[in-house]
């Protein structure tokens, strides 16, 4: 017998540390609410670990509901931001067939506004289809005052999921009455790829976060090395060299207030006079070392970016000062950003041990590109290679 086709919405709801991350360790997953106008009851809501109790049965329903069954094969899973969505079930369903079509509406709307809403919100979707706007509730009266979601009684979870799905769906016809041609088969690219794009934040990338720690250790070794150099250079060891506004004025001229300790005195009772120390600021001068390019004034004084120092004409003390703050400033990156930048960002997100799960931006740049962020997946250093490696071999 044939499978009839049709479409549902579903939304998760997860506890909220890291926003939700769904690969954040401590994070579990609530519920799962469905949506389907075709259905008796329209609505159907699974109980994940919200209740505490056995979900096995509620993981069987879901995987039957969303693969091919005897009641029919999903046509069109719809939702809002459904990459998240589609991380949590796989999450607890690894093995789910995800052969169906996807229509993220969040996504739709980053289009249909010629992409220059990055990430609009439910909220403000519907609002530009004068459709009814969610209920803050759960987030107001539990988010907000530090309750997270395993504790939000079951009808009030349930009840705003339930709003969720159906507002979803109600936002789905009116977008889908406005796309066609070009656009819409814009939406249906951009939709296939997303499938794509949640497969690799899922999966993630490898990285020895051991190992990268290590190489911070030793590249902060030569950082420090190029500090004292810098130190030398002026005389003086209590410059901070990461203030654009204190580098501005070592190149081009002027004062910088040092905090210091300033010699005092008062006399006693007796006569006898005390010496001591408070704290004080001592104003020092700079003389001018090179001359600023014309347009690069900024509210530091003038501009101390890579590409500024780069065109500075600059001979002598000023040369090998501008040489030492490009190797300062590319070595301070490679230390905070990436060595220990990306061991710390595992941490603070409760990642798997060595598992990056960068997030692959599709509502962010107006030209319709990929963006990628926490972290920028598409703007690693090249000495970090050695440290990737797959996760289907025992060698790094």
């Given amino acids: 017998m044939a499978h009839t086709t049709y479409a549902i919405v579903i939304d998760t709801e997860a506890t909220t540390f890291e926003k939700g991350n769904p690969f954040s360790q401590r994070n579990k997953l609530m519920c799962v609410g469905c949506y389907a106008p075709h259905w008796p009851d329209k609505y159907r809501f699974y109980d994940i670990e919200h209740s505490g109790l056995p979900y ?29 969505d589609l991380h949590w079930i796989r999450r607890y369903i690894p093995d789910l067939r995800m052969d169906f079509r996807v229509w993220d509406c969040q996504l739709a709307q980053f289009i249909l506004n ?20 969610k209920s803050d509730i759960v987030k107001t009266e539990y988010w907000d005052k530090g309750i997270d979601t395993d504790e939000i009684p079951e009808e009030v979870l349930k009840q705003y999921n339930r709003i969720d799905c159906e507002l979803t769906y109600q936002l789905y016809l009116k977008q889908n009455e406005l796309f066609s041609g070009n656009q819409r088969r814009l939406l249906e690219l951009h939709c296939a790829d997303l499938l794509v794009l949640q497969e690799m934040e899922f999966r993630g990338l490898m990285f ?14 030569i950082l420090n090395s190029v500090v004292s150099q810098l130190n030398q250079i002026i005389g003086r060891s209590d410059v901070n060299w990461n203030s654009p506004k204190q580098v501005s004025t070592i190149l081009y001229g002027g004062t910088i207030s040092f905090p210091c300790r300033v010699p005092t005195e008062r006399t006693l009772k007796n006569g006898t006079i005390k010496h001591g120390e408070r704290n004080g600021i001592l104003d020092t001068a700079f003389p001018q070392l090179v001359e600023p390019i014309d347009g690069t004034e900024n509210s530091n004084g003038w501009s101390t970016d890579e590409s500024t120092l780069r065109s500075l004409k600059a001979s002598g003390k000023a040369r090998e000062l501008i040489k030492l703050l490009l190797k300062q400033s590319e070595l301070d990156k490679l230390v905070g950003t990436y060595y220990n930048g990306l061991p710390n960002l595992i941490k603070q997100k409760d990642w798997q041990l060595d598992t990056l799960h960068g997030q692959i931006n599709q509502c962010v740049a107006r030209t319709g590109r990929t963006s990628s962020s926490q ?12 440290l990737f490696y797959s996760r289907f071999s025992n060698e790094t």
């Fill in 56 to 84: 096995v049965k509620y993981l069987y329903n879901l995987k039957a509901l969303l693969e091919k069954n005897s009641w029919g094969k999903i046509d069109l899973l719809i939702g809002f931001n459904i990459k998240y």
């Fill in 114 to 133: 010629n992409q220059t809403t990055p990430y609009p919100s439910l909220n403000e979707c519907l609002s530009q289809h004068q459709l009814p706007l």
């Fill in 208 to 221: 020895n976060a051991k190992q990268s720690e290590v190489e911070a250790k030793a590249t902060t070794v």
């Fill in 375 to 386: 972290p920028n997946l598409q703007n690693f250093d090249a000495r970090l290679k050695p």
